[in-house]
């Protein structure tokens, strides 16, 4: 059973995403301002803060299994380092095939300086709104691992959202490791969104 005080911490960040959107569609136009508040209650009574994102392949071992498996993910107001913290697993575009998905951890974010183990690299610094993601699987070399020691740096809107919980199998399933300041940001969230019966359904082979 879900807290009381759990309940109100999800309900007020679950309205804060709702006027985040609405605000987004009425700045670009697609609302108008009579239609922005029935907007945000729609989202906030019927939306969700968190969807489901099939992920397979080895590059994520051994936090994510290679057979493949359900993931609850959270989505993000606006990826910035405030709300995307180094050490999360993310879910983000493939900077290669924008239209593909790929789960990665954030290694680092904006300002900070990379250093490359080949001499002949210069050291650089993360420009605004870039980041750096690297694969769990410490033993693929960079083109198997399809990090950012392939394509470099990635901007940070390319996150679409932070994987929270991880169904390998019925019986294996859990959250995943993320940041700190992540896990605490998302506690109520997964609280009350996660459904392990939902993610155990229609398992994709």
Not at 32 to 50: A, H, P, Y
Request: aromatic fraction near 12%; glycine fraction near 6%.
């Amino acid at each position: 059973m879900v807290a009381l005080s759990t309940w109100l911490r999800y309900a007020a960040i679950k309205f804060e995403y709702s006027v985040y959107l609405s605000w987004k569609s009425y700045h670009m136009g697609e609302i108008n301002t009579k239609q922005f508040n029935d907007s945000v209650w729609k989202s906030f009574f019927q939306g969700k803060l968190t969807f489901l994102h099939w992920h397979r392949g080895k590059e994520m071992e051994p936090t994510l299994p290679e057979q493949g498996g359900n993931l609850l993910v959270r989505k993000m107001f606006y990826p910035i380092p405030a709300q995307i913290f180094v050490g999360d697993v993310v879910v983000m575009k493939d900077p290669e095939k924008p239209d593909d998905r790929l789960v990665r951890r954030l290694a680092a974010v904006e300002g900070y300086e990379m250093a490359s183990k080949d001499e002949k690299d210069e050291p650089f610094i993360l420009e605004k709104d870039q980041c750096w993601v690297l694969s769990d699987n410490e033993a693929l070399k960079p083109k198997e691992a399809r990090d950012s020691r392939l394509f470099g740096p990635v901007p940070m809107s390319n996150i679409l959202g932070r994987v929270m919980y991880a169904m390998r199998s019925a019986v294996d399933h859990g959250p995943v490791q993320n940041s700190y300041f992540a896990m605490g940001k998302d506690y109520s969230v997964m609280s009350v969104e996660l459904d392990v019966d939902e993610m155990a359904k229609n398992p994709k082979i």
